[in-house]
Every structure is written in C-alpha cells, then in structure tokens.
C-alpha cells in the first residue's frame, strides 16, 4: 500500500471571501465562508520584498507618503513586505479573532494567517496590524497611533 503525500501548496486561501466591512463604510474585509477552527491556517499568501529606503526615498521626494506605506509588514531587518492574497485586506482590531505569521523561506517567503479561535461563517476575521507595538488607535485622517505615540513617518508638520 503507498502513502500519498496531500497536495499542500505554498500559498492558498480557503474558507475566505472579500466583502463590504462591517467596520469601515465603504471600505473591504474578509469574512469566513465556512467554519474556521481555533488554530486553523486559512491563508497562506506570498509577498513581495523590497528594501524600506524605496518608501522612505519616495516620501522625501514627493513629500507624501505612497500609498503602499500603509499596507507594508515589517519583514526582517531593512525589508519590508507587500503580502499578495488578501492579506492587505484584513482590517484591524486589538482583540482580534485571528493573527499572522511571517514566514522566512528563502524560496517561498509568505505571510500565514491563523484564527486565535473559532470563527464562525459570515464573521469578518480582524488581525492586529502590529502585535508588539502595543493597541493601535486611527484618526479620523486615517493615520496610526501606537498606545498615544505617532511614528516618525506618520508626524506631519
């Protein structure tokens, strides 16, 4: 008898959908479309890598922000990471149903996203966009504030 190894892509979404949020008016979330159980991967998405001096070099240039800064990670070191899938799409919440995962493949590097509990069908999964940066609170301009202190790159003058 032969044992066949499950087909187990890199990347893969499932049990996932975009639709309107329930958070933000007019803006996406993902939902689950079925039962997603307590410690259950349901997206592995690739990523783009790219250094941080090409959004820093950008914002001294242009004087703005480019429109990707917000939706980075922070990879390793000076990298940082464009997560393809819906990964940009997940919203934020300090008591989040769900978290991610940096994974550091040389061949496959990727972002996995894990549920912290059950999610039930029709619920919109929420991860923390900076785990140890403490609660993050938005204005209403949109920029992000770390437990009452704005970053650098988000002061404006």
Same mark, same amino acid.
């Given at each position: 008898?032969?044992?066949?190894?499950?087909?187990?892509?890199?990347?893969?979404?499932?049990?996932?959908?975009?639709?309107?949020?329930?958070?933000?008016?007019?803006?996406?979330?993902?939902?689950?479309?079925?039962?997603?159980?307590?410690?259950?991967?349901?997206?592995?998405?690739?990523?783009?890598?790219?250094?941080? @001096?090409?959004?820093?070099?950008?914002?001294?240039?242009?004087?703005?922000?480019?429109?990707?800064?917000?939706?980075?990670?922070?990879?390793?070191?000076?990298?940082?990471?464009?997560?393809?899938?819906?990964?940009?799409?997940?919203?934020?919440?300090?008591?989040?149903?769900?978290?991610?995962?940096?994974?550091? &493949?040389?061949?496959?590097?990727?972002?996995?996203?894990?549920?912290?509990?059950?999610?039930?069908?029709?619920?919109?999964?929420?991860?923390?966009?900076?785990?140890?940066?403490?609660?993050?609170?938005?204005? &209403?301009?949109?920029?992000?504030?770390?437990?009452?202190?704005?970053?650098?790159?988000?002061?404006? @003058?």
């Amino acid at each position: 008898m032969f044992k066949v190894k499950p087909n187990n892509p890199k990347w893969f979404m499932k049990k996932v959908e975009v639709k309107e949020s329930t958070v933000h008016e007019g803006g996406l979330g993902v939902f689950a479309t079925d039962h997603i159980e307590k410690r259950e991967m349901f997206e592995s998405a690739p990523v783009l890598l790219w250094h941080k @001096d090409l959004l820093t070099d950008y914002t001294e240039l242009h004087e703005s922000k480019h429109i990707l800064a917000d939706h980075v990670f922070i990879w390793e070191g000076t990298v940082h990471a464009f997560c393809l899938g819906y990964g940009t799409i997940y919203n934020h919440s300090n008591e989040p149903n769900a978290m991610h995962r940096l994974v550091h &493949d040389d061949k496959h590097p990727r972002i996995e996203f894990i549920a912290k509990r059950d999610i039930k069908p029709g619920e919109e999964i929420f991860h923390h966009y900076a785990p140890r940066a403490g609660n993050l609170f938005f204005t &209403d301009a949109g920029s992000c504030d770390y437990d009452g202190q704005l970053h650098d790159w988000e002061k404006r @003058d």
